[in-house]
């Protein structure tokens, strides 16, 4: 299994310039989750979607989009990139409603916006 | 603001030696779980313990959770170098729907 798989690993971006971080799962979870990890911040909640065709916001979700495309699939798009947005970014999904099993990480995507 | 914050931030100890790290959180949870980080990696769990429970054992790991102080201790024991890593405690809020991090305790175990 492939577990969940973040595309792309590294991205540089100019200031203004839009990209969208793409994340699927292949282990049937309902719930998927972007977050962000900056130095000395822990990873912090971007937004999540509890299951297909839902999406929430999560503690820093300014300046991002996301579509929970089908149950594998949960992409965020940055429409504007700011260097603010320069940060690693990680996809995670996990079993369960209510209360939640095990999260499954992918690899993280080093982005750079100059 | 985050739910789960980590106590200490760093930590350094002998190889053989335990290393304790303690979580506190805000609001009630369905269960609280503890994962690590090798630099630049993603992250792994490494165990999960329900609010209906006071203790769990994983191998080395030891987890505690008090609710009515909304607070969790990591005890790794007999410490190795390879338990270098970040450690983070998460917290599944009731109602919430998402898994919520702390800052995380940076473990340095030396030879």
């Known amino acids: 299994n492939a577990g969940v798989t973040q595309t792309p690993k590294f991205q540089v971006l100019k200031t203004g310039q839009s990209m969208t971080l793409q994340c699927a799962q292949d282990m049937n979870h309902n719930s998927m989750y972007w977050y962000r990890q900056d130095p000395g911040m822990g990873l912090r909640l971007i937004y999540y979607s509890a299951s297909e065709g839902t999406t929430d916001k999560g503690e820093v979700p300014n300046g991002y989009n996301v579509s929970r495309l089908n149950k594998r699939e949960f992409s965020l798009r940055l429409e504007s990139a700011a260097p603010s947005q320069t940060s690693v970014y990680f996809c995670?999904?996990?079993?369960?409603?209510?209360?939640?099993?095990?999260?499954?990480f992918g690899q993280g995507t080093r982005l750079t916006v100059v | 603001s985050q739910q789960g914050e980590e106590d200490p931030q760093a930590l350094s100890i002998q190889e053989g030696e335990n290393a304790t790290m303690n979580c506190s959180y805000k609001?009630?949870?369905?269960?609280l779980q503890w994962y690590r980080q090798n630099s630049g990696r993603g992250l792994v769990h490494l165990i999960l313990i329900r609010s209906n429970e006071r203790e769990k054992h994983s191998g080395r790991l030891r987890v505690t959770l008090d609710t009515s102080k909304k607070s969790s201790s990591l005890l790794i024991t007999a410490s190795r170098a390879a338990d270098t890593a970040s450690y983070f405690c998460a917290t599944d809020a009731r109602s919430q729907g998402n898994l919520i991090f702390g800052k995380g305790t940076k473990l340095s175990v030396k030879p």
């Open positions: 609001t009630s949870i369905n269960n």
């Open positions: 995670a999904s996990s079993m369960g409603q209510g209360a939640l099993g095990e999260a499954f």
